[in-house]
Structures are given as C-alpha cells and as structure tokens.
DNA sequence: CGACGTCCTGCTCATGTGAGCAAAGTCTGT
DNA sequence: ACAGACTTTGCTCACATGAGCAGGACGTCG
C-alpha cells in the first residue's frame, strides 16, 4: 500500500467507522469508486489501523481460546478480557466470574465437583449463582484448614459452592503440608480423611486453581510454609503450586519429600480425570499456568487474555 | 436490556467482530434467530460496549471536527486522534502534521501567509512536504527575534515554509516584547518594519500557535518576560498568549501596557482575517485553546482530541 | 519496440444487513 | 379475568457489501 493509499484507507475508515457513511458516499467524499472505497476499507483492517474492541466485564476472546484449544490441546478454554481493567483485583473477578458462568453451563451437569481452595476458589464461589445446579455434591481435593488468617474460609467455598448448587460439600479436616512424613501417613490413614480422599477420586469434574512460588503465596500466608521455604523451592525450579504440589515449568514434582507431606489429591489424579478445570489469573500466575497447561493437568483453562496470549507465544 | 440480552449481546459482537461470522452464522450458535442478532448488536453498539478506533497518526475525530464547525462557529476543525499516542511530544507532531496538511490542502492557495513561531511552528514547517504551494510568500506577524536560546529559529520557520512553498520570507526584525512603550513605537515607525507590519496585514491567511501561561512560556525562554511577569500575569486571568499577546479566558488583553510594548499584529487584525488557523496541542494549552475559540481568534482550529473534548465539554 | 506478466480498476452478482411493519407476547390497571 | 398499552418477535424488502472476474494500465524484459 502506498503512502497515498494509507492515507485514504484512514480517512475511508474514519467517515465508516466514525461517521456511519456508507461506502458509496464516502466515495463522493473522497472521489474515488465505491469499489476502491471496499478495497481502503480491507486494507486498513489488514494494516491493524482499525482496531475493534469488546469493553465489557464479561467480554471474552474468543480468537485466544480456539487457539489454546487447537495448539495447546485443551477440550475448552475461557480467555477473558483485559481491555478496560484498571486493577490486578478487577482481573480476578472477571476470571472467577467467567469460571462460574462455565461451571453453571457444564453439560452434564457434574453430580459431585472436586474444588481446592484459595483466593480465586473464594471468589469463583462468590460469582457463582444460586441454583447453578440442582445437584451437585462437593468435596474438597486438598487438605487446608486455615492455620493462622481468615479461619474456614476453605470450607466456606466448598459449601457455598455446594449450597447454590443444591448439594453438600464434604471437607477434607487436615492440614494442606504436615511436618513429618509419618503424620501424613497417619492422616491419610483415618477414616474420615480417607474416605473423603476416596469420594475426590470418585468426582464427575475438578474445579482448582493454582499459585505462584512467592512470598505471598497463600501457604505462607497461613503458616505451612516459610518464605526461605519458597526460596528453596524456586532455587529449584518452582513455578508455582497445584492443589498445595509445587511442580517446576515442565509439570514434575519439584521436592518430592514436600509432596509426600501435603494432603490430597495426587497431580496424575487430576491428569486423569475427564474434565479438570483450572482458573488461573494473573501476572504473577503466567509461569505457573503455562505448567499446568503443558503438562497436562487441566482439560478446560480459564484465564485473562494476557496469561493466554504468553501461553501462545511461549 | 436485561441482563440475558446484555450477555447475548456481547456474544453476538465477539463472533462478528472478532470471529468474523455472519449474523446469520451467529443465530445458529446462540440458538436465536439472525435478526435477534442483528438487534443484541446494534444494543451493543448503542450500550458503548464496541469501541472502534482508528489506530494511525494521522487518524483524526470527525465527529468532534463537525462538532466543532456547529456548535463553536469555526469554518473547519482539524482534530487529531490521541489513541495510541504515548507521549506528549508525539501529540504535538500529529497536530503539526495535521495543520501542515490542512495548510497545503487550502484552496485557494494562500499567496501570502502571516505566521508566527514556537515550538509548534517550527514542527509545521518542519513536516510541509517540499512543493506544498507553488508560489506562496510568507511574513511573520509578530516580533521575536530569539534574544538567548536557539537564536534563528523563528526565521527559519518562516524561511522553511516560505521555501518549501516556492515564495520568499518577510522577516520582522524586532523583539517581541520591548522594555518601554516608547521604544517599542519607535521601532514600529521604522520603515523596515512598519513595511513588514504592513504586509503582514495584508496577507490572505494567517497560521499561528498560542502558548500558555506557565513558567515553560518561550517568552521566559527567551528572556522577554521573567517567571514573575508570568505569575503577575496568571494572578490577573492571563491563561495565555497568542502572537505575544497574553489574553483572559475571553479573550481579552490582561495588560494593557505590556500589550503595548509587543510588536506584531493586533488581535483584531487576527479577528477580521478570513483565514485564520490556530494550531494548537497539548494539555497544558486547554485553556488558552479555548480562549482562542470562544473569542474569535481564529477561523480554524487544528488541535488533538482531548483539547477538543473540553472545548466542546466546558 | 513489442510480448508478457502483474497489478489495479470497474463491474456483475450473490450474499449480508438494517428499516419498517404486522402479529404475538407481556405487562398494567381496573 | 380482561382491555388496553406497550414491547418483542419474525418477517418482507430495499439497500449495502464483498467475492470473483474481465479488461486495461503499468512495468519488465527479451
């Protein structure tokens, strides 16, 4: 395209797209064909000169999530949109909302839903509306009784997901990591806690969200870890954690001692579950979802179009 | 619009704006007839929720151009679009380029063209494409030869676009502003000026610029005025100056005295020109801008969005 | 200088789209 | 429950638009 023409294509687009002209009057403005009035008009759009946007809380894009599903081999993807967002929090309560409206349109309709916890889990159930379904059960995947901050907000997701979906939840009463192998052992060994790891199994679909290996991570937050811990963890390799498992880039365990002291599901559980979906949002979050993905831990990813733009470029 | 329509709507505008599908195509996959289609998106347009925007530096707002014309009286408005712009400065090229355009494209030519000089000037002439005119003289109207920083470069301006518009530049070879008012009548009754004054006021159109009130004036540069002039001059309701001459947000003289120490055309020279183009960009210039407008400085006004924004808005 | 290939232009025609309208549906107040 | 007012729906039809094609302009190379 010539300078000429570029210019044409702008003004062209202007009296379109600004002044609602049809093509045939912006050809007698600018005296040229109605023709080549088509032709500025594709070629401003080709050129990137024109540039449509969704604003909207609920805007999606769906370009983003047929590439992540055809590239990246996921069954379902939701990508939300970033255009309009002012904060990092704001970002969240999109994707939450956008997880839930995907968790209320599932189809079938799960009859029990395996759910971590943690920030965006809250929200997730916060978003969800009541009578999602009319009969889904839920049960905890991994352990997590709050230790020290914000008690029972764990459970309070599990049974506010549970209650709106006319179900009930049932909790997984251990820590999320314990201090000795042996404990671990022994919990999982009661009967209450192995019955509930056995019904996790058993679930129709997972619903979990992930962490980034930093100091605000929700496991030092509440005491299970120290920050030299998540030091240590991301000396070696850590990107992040899954159901309280920190895995490096590629998807594998990174301490494997850590992992035989935390409570739950086990990773392969959820690569073999037939629909495992991870809400995953933010800066922060890119290295962890990109591990998720990659490894094949989620079926259906739910995250902002920035996050999936990173996956696709990666 | 109800909550159901509203996310229908913005579905709708995904697949036809991102996805590229027919209405016709949308109807299937949302399960609603394509003139329901056809509805959600024109609701979505008139909600706001579509945003299209010309992404170019020579992109301009023809609403706000028309809104201009109409509602504040002017002959033609050049407004330039601020979307993508990253940097003040680069507002400031896109309006130079957009008043050298606008400039080249007047018909009929102007044989004779009253400029003044800045910062803004100068990047007019700078971005006048050689051949512009193919015999236009130009004359400044207002003093100042530069008395300490970059000395010349208001000759240069008119020199440019004199040369790249096949005429010859008449210069006025005195200072803006002088110390005593006796001295300034002194030097209008040369003959070398008072000859230049006298074509300036017989020129076809003027293009000029207008400064702010503020410390950054050119006139503080170049050591016509201290910082303390300018303070005394704000205190009095200066917000500006157009050809040297600070005015009120009506447009009227703050100092009369200081006004008749400045050498140049009168503002109502300017007032009862046919063509008068004001170009003017920037944040700090809103005021001043609309100073300009409301008082009948100028016939056109080439300015960026947001100053049109307010113009129209206050 | 002319044959050839490439790009551009103006056109036909099939398809996409919005205005306007009548019928169906919904809400209100009695 | 029903009449009346208002909104929504599905439609016809006229207009707007993009795909595809033939002819012409332009540039290139033998």
Not at 113 to 126: D, K
Not at 168 to 174: E, H, I, R, V
């Amino acid at each position: 395209m010539d300078a000429v023409d570029e210019l044409l294509s702008i003004r062209a687009a202007e009296l379109y797209y600004e002044e609602n002209l049809t093509q045939e009057e912006i050809g007698k403005s600018l005296q040229i064909t109605r023709w080549k009035v088509g032709r500025l008009l594709t070629q401003a759009k080709d050129a990137g000169f024109v540039r449509i946007e969704i604003l909207h809380s609920r805007a999606r894009r769906p370009q983003l999530e047929r590439r992540l599903r055809e590239e990246r081999g996921l069954t379902d993807a939701v990508v939300v949109s970033r255009a309009g967002v002012r904060s990092e929090d704001e970002l969240l309560q999109r994707v939450a909302q956008a997880a839930a409206d995907h968790l209320a349109a599932l189809r079938p309709s799960p009859r029990l839903l395996g759910v971590s916890w943690g920030r965006t889990l809250s929200e997730i159930a916060h978003h969800l509306r009541d009578g999602w379904s009319t009969q889904t059960d839920v049960v905890q995947i991994n352990g997590g009784m709050s230790v020290s901050s914000r008690p029972g907000t764990a459970a309070a997701t599990a049974v506010g997901i549970a209650q709106k979906g006319g179900g009930s939840a049932a909790l997984l009463p251990s820590p999320a990591i314990l201090e000795h192998r042996a404990t671990k052992d022994a919990i999982e060994a009661d009967r209450v806690v192995a019955r509930v790891l056995e019904l996790a199994r058993s679930a129709d679909a997972y619903l979990f969200s992930a962490g980034a290996a930093d100091h605000g991570s929700v496991h030092v937050d509440s005491g299970y870890l120290a920050a030299s811990d998540i030091d240590r963890l991301v000396a070696a390799g850590a990107v992040g954690d899954v159901v309280g498992r920190y895995i490096d880039a590629s998807g594998r365990i990174v301490d494997p001692d850590l992992d035989a002291r935390t409570v739950g599901l086990s990773l392969d559980d959820l690569r073999s579950a037939d629909v495992a979906i991870a809400a995953i949002a933010g800066e922060s979050k890119r290295a962890i979802a990109s591990a998720v993905v990659t490894s094949g831990l989620c079926t259906v990813l739910v995250t902002d179009e920035t996050t999936a733009q990173q996956l696709l470029d990666g």
